[in-house]
C-alpha cells in the first residue's frame, strides 16, 4: 500500500480525490481484504453476545462500517440528522442508507440557530461545540434510549479521533462506544468502498467534499474569518438552504442583499 492522504483536517480536497481517482494504484484488493478480515473477525469476537447497533452518519467511515458491521450480522443502526442538515444528503442517506438503520432527527433546526447565531461557521473552542451538538449528544442518545451494551463507531486515529487503547471509549455514566477501524488509513478505506462497490453521498462532489465531510452547513469549516465566504459555498451547492435561512438569520439576508438576491 502506498499512503498518500494524512489526516482529513490536514490534507487537500485535492489529494482526497486524487487518491480516490488513483485507488488501484495505491492498495490492492488483497490488502484491503486483510484489513476487512482482521476488523470483521474482531467485530464477531467483540459483540458476541452483546446488544450492539451502530452509528451511521452516511459518510465514507460509515458506510465500510454499516457494511461490515451488516456482515457481521449487526443490523441496526442509528442515523442523527436535523432541519440543518443538507436536503440532497439526507435524501440520498433515505435512499441509500441500509434497512435496519432507523432514522433520528435531533431537534435541531433555523429556530435553535437563530438563538445560537454565534455557532454560524464557528471554528476552534466554539466550533467544538458542534461535535456535541451533532455527535456526541446522539451517540450517547443512541446508547441510553436502546438500552445498548455497545455503540459501534467508525472513528480512527487518523482523524485525530481519540478511540481508547483498546478500541473502546468507556464513560463513568456506562456509556461505550467501540472504534473497529481505528487503524484503518484512508486509502484502506477508499479501497473498500471502491472495491466493494458502494456508492458515496453527493457531499463527495461538492467543494472540499472530502475535507468538509458530512457536517451540516452552519458547521461549514474555513468560514470563520468571513462569513460571508461560508453563505457564498452553501449557496452554491443549494441556493434554497440561504434563502430559507434568511427568513429567520439577518446574516443570511445580508449575503442575499450583497449578492442582489
Same mark, same amino acid.
Given at each position: 500500500?502506498?499512503? @498518500?492522504?494524512?489526516?482529513? *483536517?490536514? $490534507?487537500?480536497?485535492?489529494?482526497?480525490?486524487?487518491?480516490w481517482?488513483?485507488i488501484?494504484?495505491?492498495?490492492?484488493?488483497?490488502?484491503?481484504?486483510?484489513?476487512?478480515?482482521?476488523?470483521?473477525?474482531?467485530?464477531?469476537?467483540?459483540?458476541?453476545?452483546? %446488544?450492539?447497533?451502530?452509528?451511521?452518519?452516511?459518510?465514507?467511515?460509515?458506510? +465500510?462500517?454499516?457494511?461490515?458491521?451488516?456482515?457481521?450480522?449487526?443490523? #441496526?443502526?442509528?442515523?442523527?440528522?436535523?432541519?440543518?442538515?443538507?436536503?440532497?444528503?439526507?435524501?440520498?442517506? *433515505?435512499? !441509500?442508507k441500509?434497512?435496519?438503520?432507523?432514522?433520528? !432527527? #435531533?431537534?435541531?433546526?433555523?429556530?435553535?440557530?437563530?438563538?445560537?447565531? &454565534?455557532?454560524?461557521?464557528?471554528?476552534?473552542?466554539?466550533?467544538?461545540?458542534?461535535?456535541q451538538? $451533532? *455527535?456526541?449528544?446522539?451517540? #450517547?442518545?443512541?446508547?441510553?434510549?436502546?438500552?445498548?451494551?455497545?455503540?459501534?463507531?467508525?472513528h480512527?486515529?487518523?482523524?485525530?479521533?481519540?478511540?481508547?487503547?483498546?478500541?473502546?471509549?468507556?464513560?463513568?455514566?456506562?456509556?461505550?462506544?467501540?472504534?473497529?477501524?481505528? %487503524?484503518?488509513?484512508?486509502?484502506?478505506l477508499?479501497?473498500?468502498?471502491?472495491y466493494?462497490?458502494?456508492?458515496?453521498?453527493?457531499?463527495?462532489q461538492?467543494?472540499?467534499?472530502?475535507?468538509?465531510?458530512?457536517?451540516?452547513?452552519?458547521?461549514?469549516?474555513?468560514?470563520?474569518?468571513?462569513?460571508?465566504?461560508?453563505? &457564498?459555498?452553501?449557496?452554491?451547492?443549494?441556493?434554497?438552504?440561504?434563502?430559507?435561512?434568511?427568513?429567520?438569520?439577518?446574516?443570511?439576508?445580508?449575503?442575499?442583499?450583497? @449578492?442582489? +438576491?
Amino acid at each position: 500500500m502506498k499512503q @498518500v492522504l494524512g489526516r482529513k *483536517q490536514t $490534507s487537500k480536497n485535492e489529494d482526497w480525490i486524487y487518491a480516490w481517482e488513483h485507488i488501484e494504484e495505491l492498495i490492492s484488493l488483497a490488502e484491503v481484504k486483510s484489513y476487512a478480515d482482521a476488523s470483521l473477525k474482531e467485530i464477531w469476537r467483540t459483540v458476541a453476545g452483546k %446488544n450492539a447497533a451502530y452509528a451511521y452518519s452516511g459518510g465514507k467511515d460509515s458506510i +465500510v462500517l454499516a457494511d461490515l458491521c451488516e456482515k457481521a450480522g449487526i443490523s #441496526t443502526g442509528y442515523f442523527a440528522y436535523c432541519d440543518l442538515d443538507y436536503p440532497a444528503f439526507v435524501a440520498w442517506v *433515505q435512499e !441509500h442508507k441500509p434497512s435496519g438503520v432507523q432514522m433520528m !432527527h #435531533t431537534g435541531y433546526g433555523l429556530d435553535w440557530l437563530y438563538h445560537h447565531q &454565534r455557532l454560524i461557521f464557528a471554528e476552534g473552542q466554539l466550533g467544538q461545540r458542534w461535535h456535541q451538538i $451533532s *455527535q456526541r449528544g446522539p451517540f #450517547t442518545k443512541m446508547f441510553f434510549d436502546n438500552h445498548l451494551d455497545m455503540l459501534i463507531v467508525g472513528h480512527r486515529t487518523i482523524d485525530g479521533n481519540f478511540c481508547g487503547p483498546d478500541g473502546f471509549i468507556r464513560k463513568q455514566t456506562g456509556e461505550v462506544r467501540y472504534s473497529p477501524l481505528r %487503524n484503518w488509513p484512508h486509502e484502506a478505506l477508499l479501497g473498500y468502498i471502491h472495491y466493494n462497490s458502494l456508492s458515496l453521498p453527493p457531499i463527495y462532489q461538492w467543494k472540499d467534499g472530502f475535507v468538509q465531510g458530512t457536517h451540516a452547513w452552519p458547521e461549514r469549516e474555513f468560514c470563520s474569518d468571513d462569513i460571508m465566504k461560508g453563505y &457564498r459555498e452553501v449557496y452554491e451547492i443549494d441556493p434554497s438552504i440561504v434563502l430559507k435561512a434568511a427568513e429567520k438569520l439577518p446574516s443570511a439576508r445580508h449575503f442575499l442583499e450583497e @449578492v442582489g +438576491v
